[in-house]
């Protein structure tokens, strides 16, 4: 990576910077990367991790990946961190993490064959993610607890994507617009006085789709369309939501 590309607006800074083969960001408590979000490109076996705490704010603009990169962000105590667009061609690890009130957002999420991509908040934390694309055998997980806050905008899947969505102590988990192509599956999980939406399912050929609401949980899912092999499955579903529903 140059080095060169890096603005640092506090004179305070810890961190470190490593490249050739591993490359490793660390930033406590304030820095801003790459300004005015020109790119941060990795080509492979590359690991980046971003880590904010105290009140820091970390900002990155674009990032590409190509193949077997580990992009890890963690906010936590009141940090912000914030990447722009994330494309990742294939065996890309994606993982999102906030708590303690921190504040984590990823602008887009573009992902190639077998990338795994975790958010997850806690501890009054705030994760967001925007539109994630996912075309053939990525795993998207969503984690919200302890009372924090995840939102993902829009969920495309192509084909053998997996989907999974838990909300739990209190937590409260969100997602828009999911379609899914062909032989996806999509999990929703409420329990513990928390609650868990999703806006809308669009379901192709194929495709699996669970809610689960259980301890004072709440789980909701608006209009299901299901199309081929999907009419047994879907009346399924919406018992299980007017369950969830009443409890």
């Known amino acids: ?143 919200a607890k302890e009372s924090g806050h995840s939102t993902i905008k829009h969920v495309r899947a192509g084909k053998e994507n997996d989907i999974k969505t838990t909300a739990e102590k209190h937590g409260n988990a969100e997602m828009g617009e999911v379609t899914a192509g062909e032989k996806n599956r999509l999990k929703q999980t409420a329990k513990e006085s928390s609650h868990s939406i999703i806006k809308e399912v669009i379901a192709g050929k194929d495709n699996d789709i669970k809610t689960t609401a259980e301890k004072h949980g709440n789980a909701e899912i608006g209009e299901v369309t299901a199309g081929e092999k999907r009419i047994r499955l ?3 579903l919406k018992r299980a939501v007017i369950q969830s529903l009443r409890m």
């Open 1 to 143: 990576m140059d080095t060169n590309r890096f603005k640092v607006r506090n004179y305070k800074l810890k961190g470190e910077i490593k490249n050739k083969k591993k490359q490793k960001l660390k930033f406590d408590p304030s820095v801003i990367i790459n300004d005015n979000e020109r790119a941060v490109t990795t080509i492979g076996i590359n690991n980046i991790n971003i880590v904010v705490t105290d009140g820091g704010k970390s900002r990155i603009g674009n990032v590409t990946a190509d193949k077997k990169n580990n992009i890890t962000l963690l906010a936590k105590q009141h940090g912000e961190a914030q990447i722009g667009n994330v494309t990742a061609n294939a065996d890309n690890t994606i993982k999102q993490t906030v708590k303690e009130s921190g504040h984590s957002t990823i602008k887009h999420v573009t992902a190639g064959k077998g990338n795994d991509i975790t958010a997850t908040a806690e501890k009054h934390g705030n994760a967001e993610m925007g539109e994630v694309t996912a075309g053939e055998k990525n795993t998207l997980k969503q984690t």
């Open 234 to 236: 879907n009346r399924r």
